[in-house]
């Protein structure tokens, strides 16, 4: 792990500069680059823009580890909302959620019947995304989306390439069919958790893609997710995929809104689902500095708009 990448997650944690930074109107600029605004309006104006480019969008308000349970209820209220305007507006748009932002802390009972609620509310077809968070979450994490999973068609599951335990999981997960996002993961864990080297989370990263692309998971009707911004594993991936027959309008590749426009724009237009995470909210530092620890190259962005203030 870079130096630049430890950093910035030890500032992603930091309670002090949570509080602080986002005062500072250099950082608040460089923020819109990755996210429309910090209201649901503003993620909603983006997700019609976005389908006019024929790319569909997942919606996730940012926040977690909530330590009350009205703030819990607030938070699944606030998330019903959003699907009522989905299905309303008809909109190309699921949700993904933090578990943690639902009420993991507090109680799992109380957490899986928030997250129920919203497996319900969601439109027909729609699925209800569930955001992997840090390495100590990944256990109740699996363990309520197999739950739901088995209840429900409508949800699915975020899995972490630099995570060591992570084929072993998938293996796990495959049998139950479902949808399955494959990140590279973006939280500060230790060498014996996560694989530290680059080079071996990207092929990682690759491994599990032929996975989700696999015989085993089209048998099993997995909806896999290739969630990078890596333009070589994109071609990799692609490449794999047309040399298996696998079917380019179900190959599906999710960014980030703001990162690789170019890209997300030329995978739509060539007849790959193309879908943009969009993000909102005003708790977005923790977010902001995991974004850029996961493309240190993004702090140039930074220091630009610190120069030109």
């Not at 500072?24 to 983006?46: I, L």
């Not at 193309?274 to 240190?296: C, D, K, N, Q």
Request: hydrophobic residues 40%; contains cysteine.
């Amino acid at each position: 792990m870079s130096l630049i990448r430890s950093v910035l997650l030890a500032a992603s944690q930091n309670h002090w500069l949570r509080e602080q930074a986002p005062h500072y109107k250099f950082v608040r600029r460089n923020v819109s680059r990755f996210m429309p605004g910090e209201n649901a309006q503003d993620a909603f104006a983006a997700v019609q823009q976005l389908a006019a480019q024929n790319i569909g969008a997942v919606l996730t308000a940012l926040g977690e580890n909530v330590t009350d349970r009205k703030e819990a209820a607030a938070e699944t209220d606030h998330y019903c909302q959003v699907l009522r305007e989905i299905t309303s507006r008809n909109l190309n748009a699921e949700i993904s959620v933090k578990l943690t932002h639902l009420g993991l802390d507090l109680d799992n009972s109380l957490c899986y019947a928030n997250l129920e609620t919203l497996i319900a509310q969601s439109p027909p077809g729609k699925t209800v995304w569930i955001d992997m968070e840090q390495s100590a979450y990944v256990d109740r994490t699996l363990a309520m989306y197999t739950r739901a999973r088995r209840a429900k068609a409508n949800v699915g599951v975020c899995i972490q390439a630099y995570l060591r335990r992570t084929e072993s999981d998938l293996r796990s997960l495959l049998p139950l069919g479902g949808a399955i996002r494959l990140v590279k993961g973006a939280y500060n864990e230790p060498a014996e958790v996560a694989f530290p080297k680059k080079s071996e989370v990207d092929e990682n990263y690759f491994q599990l893609a032929k996975m989700l692309l696999g015989q085993d998971a089209r048998f099993e009707g997995i909806r896999a997710a290739i969630a990078t911004h890596d333009r070589t594993l994109i071609q990799r991936i692609t490449n794999f995929a047309n040399a298996n027959q696998f079917p380019k309008e179900k190959l599906e590749f999710q960014m980030l809104y703001g990162i690789q426009r170019a890209e997300q724009q030329r995978l739509a237009q060539e007849g790959y689902r193309s879908i943009v995470l969009i993000a909102y909210g005003t708790h977005w530092f923790p977010w902001y500095m995991r974004r850029l620890a996961e493309r240190p190259a993004n702090v140039l962005f930074l220091l630009r708009n610190l120069f030109a203030s």
